[in-house]
């Protein structure tokens, strides 16, 4: 356990990042669009971006991180953070909403799995795997934290209380934790990540294939359903006629789910190839929604959304480098893996607004189906990456 220290604390760290920081927005959703009046559009318009702005700060957290800031820059990172949602608690106008969650996106950048990543890979080098791991299967439950905490706290006050407190949590226990998990792995540090810098990543050659498009497109799509499934989960379920307490429990679930399928994966990684792997994602996610579609009429086909899209989605994050090094090669990985980044947290982004452009036009009724077609589109491109991953230069002519 001493060995592991650094990784136990860190992974504590995350779960409580990602549980105040961001599944309380889609904990809260429906709390707020009650009480303050705007449009879910409106809304979710924040949460995307707040993904954003984390999206187009990364390549600088990469770079801090590189000069050994990284206990600085997580914890304080995550301070900010529970700062800026205490704002939330505050707000009364829109444009406060969106201040607030857009400084809330810049923190998120350097708090979140992707500055912890890199700070492991830095001090563990060939063992950063299986701490990778361990740490996404503890911070996995950070959904099951968030939901129902949310739900209680905003049912027995209100929603700026929940958000209070939420933002208390994340500054005096997630930055601490923070702050000394990442100077231990800091003080341990034995390699030195390469980040490329945003315009270095746009002018790479293997930007011109287009076997590094299609995979980039397909796993955006992946993040795309994931994104718009999760933010609008609450209002989907309420819609399908799922009494609002069992919507909390379904959510909360939903963290937990995902760490089973990793473990899964584990399991199986011996018997099954990456690419088999890879395709059951898309399969799985798309089952997950035709269970979604069909629990208005069978609210127990809930449970098997559950297990199936918390599991999928739970796999498809660590699949994703793995199988982008299969099909797009090792060299000049980082480059290439900073660039699939770029293009996932853009799906990411977009999920949320999006997904409430949709429900304006034709509700969930449309959003829906909607998702059943990413989940396929996302699936054929991928089969066409990987067919044609050993011809690139066929699909860059």
Not at 320 to 347: E, W
Request: net charge positive; with cysteine.
């Amino acid at each position: 356990m001493k060995k592991d220290k650094a990784i136990i604390l860190m992974a504590m760290g995350q779960i409580l990042v990602w549980a105040g920081l961001f599944y309380v927005f889609p904990a809260l959703l429906l709390k707020w669009e009650h009480s303050l009046g705007w449009s879910r559009a409106d809304l979710t318009a924040a949460i995307t971006l707040a993904v954003f702005a984390s999206a187009f700060t990364s390549p600088f957290v990469g770079r801090l991180i590189d000069k050994g800031k990284g206990p600085q820059l997580m914890a304080g990172s995550a301070c900010l953070g529970g700062i800026s949602l205490f704002g939330v608690s505050l707000i009364t106008e829109l444009w406060q909403f969106y201040l607030a969650w857009g400084l809330i996106g810049i923190t998120l950048a350097g708090c979140l799995y992707e500055p912890c990543f890199a700070l492991v890979t830095r001090a563990r080098g060939a063992r950063a795997k299986q701490a990778i791991i361990l740490i996404t299967l503890i911070a996995g439950f950070a959904g099951a934290i968030s939901f129902p905490m949310a739900h209680t706290l905003a049912e027995t006050w209100d929603w700026r209380t929940a958000v209070r407190v939420f933002a208390v949590v994340v500054i005096f226990t997630a930055s601490p934790l923070l702050w000394i998990s990442a100077s231990l792995l800091e003080k341990t540090g034995i390699h030195r990540a390469i980040v490329p810098k945003t315009y270095e990543i746009l002018r790479q050659p293997f930007m011109a294939s287009g076997v590094f498009w299609l995979l980039a497109t397909g796993f955006a799509f992946a993040a795309l359903l994931h994104g718009v499934a999760l933010h609008h989960l609450l209002p989907i379920l309420a819609d399908r006629g799922i009494h609002q307490d069992v919507a909390v429990v379904a959510a909360a679930f939903i963290g937990p789910m995902q760490v089973a399928g990793r473990l899964a994966m584990m399991a199986a990684e011996r018997h099954v190839s990456n690419n088999g792997i890879a395709i059951s994602c898309f399969v799985v996610m798309g089952c997950s929604v035709l269970l979604l579609i069909g629990a208005g009429t069978t609210p127990a086909l809930l449970v098997g959304f559950v297990i199936l899209f918390g599991g999928g989605y739970g796999v498809v994050s660590i699949i994703r480098p793995v199988i982008a090094r299969d099909i797009l090669g090792q060299d000049n990985f980082g480059a290439k893996s900073g660039a699939l980044a770029m293009l996932y947290l853009t799906g990411s982004a977009s999920a949320p607004f999006l997904g409430s452009l949709v429900w304006n036009i034709g509700g969930y009724q449309l959003v829906l189906p909607g998702l059943l077609l990413l989940a396929l589109s996302g699936l054929v491109l991928y089969l066409l990456a990987d067919k044609f991953a050993t011809r690139p230069k066929f699909l860059s002519e």
